[in-house]
């Protein structure tokens, strides 16, 4: 069985989505005394690839579902298109209108959900988009591990990593960090203590 697992991109001051769900910060440009031009892309990032190989599903918050589907794309955007396989969407309200066949809209509860999907994804990894989603995740030992691409920008506002006051703590094992240009990959271990 594979892991269930957190990637997500995060700004140094921790928020995943800026302000009105903006994520134009993640492909940004720094220059250098107006010259040399670089640009931040996580989906170059060889930690960012090596998830993706490996997810072999995703299970996403609704949130994550409609902010895709309003901005990126839908289906077509996951992971800039380089990804296809199963995803599911946790929902207390399943859609009406038409949606891509492979998406799955789930209301069965978390626990069941993350079984589903880590039957779906047959031995590779379920991969968790969505704070909301992935911090109920933590709270009922469903997660295993974080991948953060952590960008050097700062937000000041949007949708923080870890909006939960009563959480903590939750002890992490850093189990790599590396990086590539401007990105810095950290991937955790979350230690089970029960
Ligand atoms: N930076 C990144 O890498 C990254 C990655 C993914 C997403 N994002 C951003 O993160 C934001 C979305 O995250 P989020 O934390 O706001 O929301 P989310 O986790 O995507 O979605 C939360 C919603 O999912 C549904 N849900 C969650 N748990 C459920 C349960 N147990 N049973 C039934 N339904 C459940 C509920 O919606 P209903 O009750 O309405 O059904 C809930 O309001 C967006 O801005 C997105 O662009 C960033």
Redesign the pocket.
Known sequence: VGSVIW????SLDG???GRD???DW?VAQWSDAGENTRDVD?QRSPVADEVLQSAGAIL?????????VR??DGYEGIYGGQWTGPVF??????PDADHHPTITF?????SD?VTTATAAAAGKNVIV????????CLRAGLLDEIVI?LVPVLLGD??RLI?APDLGPVALDRTLVATSDQITDLRFAVRRSR
């Open positions: 990637h997500v991109t995060m928020f995943i989505a769900d903006s994520m993640v996580v996403g918050g609704r949130r994550w579902y409609d902010v895709a901005k990126f969407v946790l929902t207390h309200r399943p789930l209301s069965e509860g978390l959900a988009f969505g704070a909301n989603l992935a911090v109920q691409h949007g949708v909006d």
